[in-house]
């Protein structure tokens, strides 16, 4: 199937910058749009920033001009360069990718989640 693994996360103070990455692996097809969320405590997960395989890009407002969403389609890889952090960046940063995937000669479509980065910016 498809595997999603994030890095990058971590501790940063406010006004400095983190760059996440996100590489799928396993029997992959095809993906289409890749994307990265987040969920603050006691808040519901909301889109930051995703992109399609077209290059087609959506930013959440609140990350606009700050955050830049790219994607390397040979190596399988979102990356969030995040700049200009805020305390109100701080959350669980996750990963999500949607294509299709081989298993018993056939092709599935899937819609995976990595485990989650915490970022936590300091005021």
């Known amino acids: 199937q498809v595997q999603l693994v994030e890095s990058g996360g971590g501790l940063v103070q406010a006004g400095g910058s983190l760059r996440l990455s996100c590489r799928a692996s396993?029997?992959?097809?095809?993906?289409?749009?890749m994307g990265w969320y987040r969920q603050a405590p006691g808040k519901q997960r909301e889109l930051v920033a995703a992109?399609?395989?077209?290059?087609?890009?959506n930013y959440a407002d609140s990350v606009k001009g700050r955050f830049t969403i790219s994607r390397d389609n040979d190596k399988n890889t979102v990356y969030l360069q995040m700049n200009s952090l805020k305390p109100e960046d701080t959350a669980v940063y996750y990963c999500?990718?949607?294509?299709?995937?081989?298993?018993?000669?056939?092709?599935?479509?899937?819609?995976?989640w990595g485990q989650g980065t915490q970022v936590t910016v300091s005021s």
């Open positions: 992109i399609t395989i077209g290059g087609s890009i």
């Open positions: 396993g029997t992959i097809f095809s993906i289409n749009t």
């Open positions: 999500n990718a949607d294509g299709r995937y081989y298993s018993g000669g056939q092709l599935w479509p899937y819609d995976y």
